[in-house]
């Protein structure tokens, strides 16, 4: 029996990929290990796929919601629901709230986080793909399966919802310098 080499088509998939499952595992609240294991795990199951998965007709989809099914299998095996978790990269001024400095914008963070979880899947997969990972309309189709139109309508949705539910947010300020703590 001859040793199974990964295809190199497989293996440029991989490393195009990679970051962006690992960052969309941590997303949905894996810690940073767990969400490096989700992204392999997924990879050897799309490796596992062999030839199916090389002759989807989008691939990127496919392999997306291998990473979902991976991330809620993860979950369902520890027991607990995904939640939304902040990255630790830039943590931002998503919706042009003034956060103060790093613990401030941390909690800042958090509240737009949740807020995030409260809208449906749908439009909070959008949101996310787009504010957290940095993913075009074009991209974010792809890898969901939907049409860019759909995206535009679940962002633009998602984003009135946001707004609406943090309409008049101050965020919470632990500093006693120009800040409400």
Do not use: W
Not at 16 to 23: A, D, G, M, Y
Not at 26 to 50: K, N, V
Not at 75 to 80: A, I, N
Not at 93 to 111: E, H, P, W, Y
Request: aromatic share 8%; with cysteine; charged share 20%.
């Amino acid at each position: 029996m001859s040793p199974t080499i990964l295809s190199a088509e497989l293996s440029a998939f991989h490393d195009s990929h990679r970051l962006n499952f690992v960052k969309y595992a941590r997303s949905r609240g894996a810690q940073p290990d767990e969400a490096e294991d989700i992204a392999s795990t997924a990879f050897l199951t799309l490796y596992r796929a062999g030839q199916a998965f090389l002759a989807a007709d989008n691939r990127d989809g496919f392999a997306f919601k291998v990473l979902r099914d991976t991330i809620a299998d993860h979950f369902r095996h520890r027991s607990r629901r995904p939640r939304t978790q902040a990255l630790p990269e830039e943590p931002g001024n998503l919706f042009g709230a003034d956060c103060g400095g790093a613990i401030d914008a941390v909690n800042c963070r958090v509240d737009i986080e949740r807020a995030l979880q409260a809208l449906p899947a749908r439009q909070a997969d959008c949101l996310s793909m787009n504010l957290l990972l940095d993913l075009s309309r074009e991209q974010i189709a792809h890898y969901l399966g939907i049409s860019a139109s759909a995206v535009s309508s679940h962002l633009s949705t998602g984003r009135r919802a946001l707004a609406k539910h943090l309409e008049g947010y101050q965020p919470y300020v632990t500093t006693g310098q120009g800040g409400q703590g």
